[in-house]
């Protein structure tokens, strides 16, 4: 099975502009691809983890990769899937930031020579002199056009600023700008993308008369529409410092049985024949599907020990067996406690179970939350310290699991 067959057996491809031209290109390794990330954070998430996945997918079928990082868009934001105007950032936010992407995008992807190759599109847009974009670039664009583009009709009604409006001709201008100093020749993008990436198609059809061309893969939405890699306490971020290789772990481990074997097919790199063997396990054998998308897929983020210690403290919290160690955990430092006493609610906030106290106040009194195994059913519930010595298991829902530990005196 050649790569682009695979994509579509997997279910990956959404759009594309010409078929025939593109899977040709594709599976005979002839596409220099370029799939941007704007450095909105200062790390990736899961929902960058698709392109990332497609990325590597290709570059191990002979395709070259070009990692396109926005340090130029970036102090703009694409206004595509966004019901209001990201907020702007410093020069200096925008480097950390698209430093940090590399930093975590380079362990997906082979860079060198004749591999992947790394650009800023600061390095050009911010040199860009506004009167001669207008003249070389605007003239290509159509106002009508635009305005009937998806990414700008959902936000018309709230309304859509000049300053984000120009996000499409910027996008568009770096596709030509690759196409013409590094032979770009595709660009790849999720499906909220297709018109930025129809309309960079077409400026370089008619600034060069060269063919261009564009796909779009799935979005990763759940059985319900919605996009996944959200939780309670936000996104689900690929720095294991903003989400631990356990929490990573215990997402998949947790995903509606609906959706098990869409992320199995989208996300990992298991054969597609084997793929096919799983879809026809027995329904009672749905807990070592999700046990097996979760570790493969903390596997390919944090490492195949860092996946073996989230499946052991996964044991350990839902069959009582095994180390549990390795289990999310905050430090309790001894000022938080009165007289020997802190509050749960305090707890909660402090262990970011709950953005506030108002939200911990609500969990509580919904029966939401549970300590060391007892679920609390008054607000005022209060830890005593020799309980947080002992070590403070808290649960929030049934997938949250948090400890607190003392923190020792130094």
Request: with cysteine; charged share 30%.
């Amino acid at each position: 099975m050649k790569i682009y067959e695979e994509l579509q057996a997997r279910g990956l491809i959404a759009q594309v502009t010409d078929e025939t031209e593109i899977r040709e290109l594709i599976n005979n390794g002839g596409a220099k691809f370029y799939i941007g990330f704007d450095p909105t954070a200062d790390s990736l998430h899961v929902g960058h983890f698709m392109a990332l996945c497609l990325m590597k997918r290709l570059q191990l079928a002979g395709n070259k990769p070009v990692v396109l990082l926005g340090g130029g868009t970036g102090f703009i934001g694409d206004p595509s899937g966004r019901t209001d105007m990201r907020s702007m950032m410093s020069a200096e936010t925008i480097q950390h930031n698209c430093d940090c992407f590399l930093k975590q995008i380079s362990k997906f992807i082979e860079f060198g020579e004749d591999k992947a190759i790394v650009v800023n599109n600061a390095d050009w847009l911010l040199d860009l002199k506004y009167v001669d974009l207008l003249r070389d670039v605007g003239a290509y664009f159509s106002v009508n056009d635009m305005l009937r583009a998806r990414c700008y009709k959902q936000r018309m009604e709230r309304g859509l600023s000049f300053f984000e409006f120009n996000y499409m001709i910027m996008q568009s201008y770096d596709f030509l700008y690759l196409n013409e100093k590094y032979g770009c020749n595709m660009q790849f993008g999720g499906d909220d993308q297709w018109s930025n990436m129809l309309a960079g198609t077409e400026l370089i059809r008619k600034k060069t008369g060269k063919d261009a061309y564009a796909m779009t893969i799935t979005l990763l939405l759940n059985s319900e529409g919605n996009k996944m890699g959200k939780t309670a306490k936000g996104a689900v971020w690929l720095d294991p410092n903003k989400t631990t290789p356990f929490e990573f772990y215990q997402y998949w481990r947790n995903i509606d049985d609906a959706d098990v074997m869409k992320c199995i097919r989208l996300l990992t790199f298991i054969p597609v024949e084997q793929i096919e063997e799983i879809d026809h396990w027995d329904a009672s054998r749905i807990n070592e599907k999700k046990e097996l998308l979760a570790y493969e897929l903390t596997a390919m983020i944090h490492g195949k020990e860092e996946a073996e210690k989230a499946k052991e403290t996964s044991l350990a919290l839902f069959s009582g067996e095994g180390d549990d160690s390795n289990m999310p955990t905050t430090m309790v430092a001894e000022a938080a406690f009165t007289d020997g006493k802190v509050s749960l609610i305090d707890l909660l906030v402090m262990g970011n179970l709950a953005k506030s106290k108002a939200e911990a106040r609500r969990l509580i009194s919904q029966g939401g939350v549970t300590v060391n195994g007892d679920k609390v059913d008054s607000v005022e519930k209060v830890i005593e310290r020799a309980e947080v010595a002992d070590c403070l298991k808290v649960r929030r829902g049934k997938k949250i699991h948090h400890k607190f530990v003392l923190e020792e005196s130094k």
